[in-house]
């Protein structure tokens, strides 16, 4: 009987070292199975990041001031890197300045547009000047809006435009295959065309850096020309204070707000102020002495009594212009609605994005976080859509030539 039980007993360690020993080996190829989808996996993420870095470099080459014998060359690789890319690939497109919408963002048809670009355009031609904008809708309705307006009311004259953002012409061109020319070139196609008389219109809000730069280029080709003029921006002069103002402010604060209060469906500015709404207006905002104009603007919209309108800027130059200043002035007036709209000719990235962005420090959500209204809208409209202010900048061009 003991001779049974120990072979019984050894048996049954003989099978369960066997059954142990087929689990053991089940294991490890299972193991192994994972080990190498993980492998796999970890190579294709890695793999996924460098073509995202990769165009995230290409755009950051592009993303500069300084347009080069090698710009166009490094706009069409961007754009053919980004379309190589699959949807998650572009997801991860990230770099100094780079990120998914540079491409990616819909921001309208660019067919729309005209870059202005065009030879063979006679002896005058008007130069329309502006920063720029990547907004292709913007750019239709503000810029190209103004262009029209002064095209329209001098037909004896070929507009033409320049951009003085060369990293938003790279946008332009990386994106949409549309080309726009910069300030040099532009002078250089009048140059080109046989222009002998040239006038130089600003689509800029007044004269500060941008202005300033224009000036400096025109004058390299000064005696290119038989004749070159430089119109005035849409605030007219600066003026020495914050209390001078003068008919271009005026206008623009009259224009502005009456169709501020119309979108919004006030039948008035007192209207909107019986119902506790105020308006707040966002520039730009800038260290150049011409800062002095937003200072100015909200002296004339209080010399108009518009008591219920605050100008602010995204730079808070001048400092009593940003949005914290903005917000303590608004709640101190007791005002609980507040209606946020760009004091730009474009509604370009600041409008979307600074203003009207869900970032924790666009003007929308940092006027949300105070807690002190209870409702806060936007109107995304730049300056140049409107009838008045377009005619404002035809009436420019015209002082201009008449000089």
Same mark, same amino acid.
């Given at each position: 009987?003991? #001779?049974? =039980? &120990?072979?019984?007993?050894? /048996?049954?360690?003989?099978?369960?070292?066997?059954? $142990? !020993?087929?689990? *053991? +080996?089940?294991?490890?190829?299972?193991?192994?199975?994972?080990?190498?989808?993980?492998?796999?996996?970890?190579?294709?993420?890695?793999?996924?990041?460098?073509?995202?870095?990769?165009?995230?470099?290409?755009?950051?080459?592009?993303?500069?001031?300084?347009?080069?014998?090698?710009?166009?060359?490094?706009?069409?690789?961007?754009?053919?890197?980004?379309?190589?890319?699959?949807?998650?690939? #572009?997801? =991860? &497109?990230?770099?100094?300045? /780079?990120?998914?919408?540079?491409?990616?963002?819909? $921001? !309208?048809?660019? *067919? +729309?547009?005209?870059?202005?670009?065009?030879?063979?355009?006679?002896?005058?031609?008007?130069?329309?000047?502006?920063?720029?904008?990547?907004?292709?809708?913007?750019?239709?309705?503000?810029?190209?809006?103004?262009?029209?307006?002064?095209?329209?009311?001098?037909?004896?004259?070929?507009?033409?435009?320049?951009?003085?953002?060369?990293?938003?012409?790279?946008?332009?061109?990386?994106?949409?295959?549309?080309?726009?020319?910069?300030?040099?070139?532009?002078?250089?196609?009048?140059?080109?065309?046989?222009?002998?008389?040239?006038?130089?219109?600003?689509?800029?809000?007044?004269?500060?850096?941008?202005?300033?730069?224009?000036?400096?280029?025109?004058?390299?080709?000064?005696?290119?020309?038989?004749?070159?003029?430089?119109?005035?921006?849409?605030?007219?002069?600066?003026?020495?204070?914050?209390?001078?103002?003068?008919?271009?402010?005026?206008?623009?604060?009259?224009?502005?707000?009456?169709?501020?209060?119309?979108?919004?469906?006030?039948?008035?500015?007192?209207?909107?102020?019986?119902?506790?709404?105020?308006?707040?207006?966002?520039?730009?905002?800038?260290?150049?002495?011409?800062?002095?104009?937003?200072?100015?603007?909200?002296?004339?919209?209080?010399?108009?009594?518009?008591?219920?309108?605050?100008?602010?800027?995204?730079?808070?130059?001048?400092?009593?212009?940003?949005?914290?200043?903005?917000?303590?002035?608004?709640?101190?007036?007791?005002?609980?609605?507040?209606?946020?709209?760009?004091?730009?000719?474009?509604?370009?990235?600041?409008?979307?994005?600074?203003?009207?962005?869900?970032?924790?420090?666009?003007?929308?959500?940092?006027?949300?976080?105070?807690?002190?209204?209870?409702?806060?809208?936007?109107?995304?409209?730049?300056?140049?859509?409107?009838?008045?202010?377009?005619?404002?900048?035809?009436?420019?061009?015209?002082?201009?030539?008449?000089?």
């Amino acid at each position: 009987m003991k #001779k049974k =039980l &120990v072979v019984v007993l050894m /048996a049954a360690v003989m099978a369960m070292t066997a059954v $142990t !020993g087929c689990g *053991s +080996k089940a294991d490890d190829a299972k193991n192994d199975t994972q080990a190498s989808k993980t492998s796999e996996s970890e190579t294709s993420a890695n793999a996924d990041q460098e073509a995202a870095m990769h165009v995230a470099d290409l755009i950051d080459a592009i993303y500069v001031q300084e347009r080069t014998d090698d710009t166009d060359k490094q706009c069409k690789e961007a754009k053919e890197a980004w379309d190589k890319l699959t949807d998650a690939q #572009k997801e =991860l &497109v990230e770099g100094e300045n /780079a990120d998914p919408d540079y491409f990616g963002r819909d $921001t !309208g048809d660019a *067919s +729309k547009d005209d870059p202005r670009n065009q030879d063979d355009i006679g002896e005058n031609e008007i130069l329309v000047v502006s920063f720029g904008t990547s907004f292709n809708d913007s750019r239709v309705a503000d810029i190209k809006g103004v262009e029209d307006a002064i095209a329209a009311a001098n037909p004896d004259w070929s507009v033409r435009r320049a951009f003085t953002a060369q990293i938003i012409i790279n946008h332009v061109q990386a994106r949409d295959d549309e080309k726009i020319d910069n300030m040099d070139q532009a002078l250089e196609r009048a140059v080109k065309n046989g222009v002998k008389n040239l006038v130089v219109q600003p689509t800029h809000l007044m004269h500060g850096a941008e202005y300033d730069e224009l000036s400096e280029a025109v004058e390299k080709y000064k005696d290119k020309f038989e004749s070159v003029k430089i119109a005035e921006p849409l605030l007219g002069e600066v003026g020495s204070d914050a209390t001078v103002v003068n008919e271009d402010k005026k206008a623009v604060a009259e224009i502005l707000t009456e169709e501020a209060v119309e979108k919004a469906g006030y039948d008035s500015l007192d209207a909107a102020k019986e119902e506790g709404t105020a308006f707040v207006f966002m520039g730009h905002g800038t260290s150049h002495t011409a800062k002095i104009s937003y200072s100015q603007m909200q002296s004339q919209m209080t010399a108009l009594g518009y008591e219920n309108v605050f100008i602010g800027t995204v730079e808070g130059e001048p400092e009593d212009t940003s949005c914290e200043s903005v917000i303590e002035k608004v709640s101190a007036a007791g005002y609980k609605n507040v209606i946020l709209r760009p004091l730009m000719v474009v509604a370009g990235d600041h409008a979307n994005n600074d203003m009207a962005g869900s970032d924790d420090d666009s003007w929308l959500s940092q006027f949300k976080a105070s807690g002190k209204f209870d409702k806060i809208d936007t109107q995304i409209n730049g300056l140049g859509e409107i009838e008045g202010i377009q005619k404002l900048y035809v009436e420019h061009t015209a002082a201009a030539m008449s000089k």
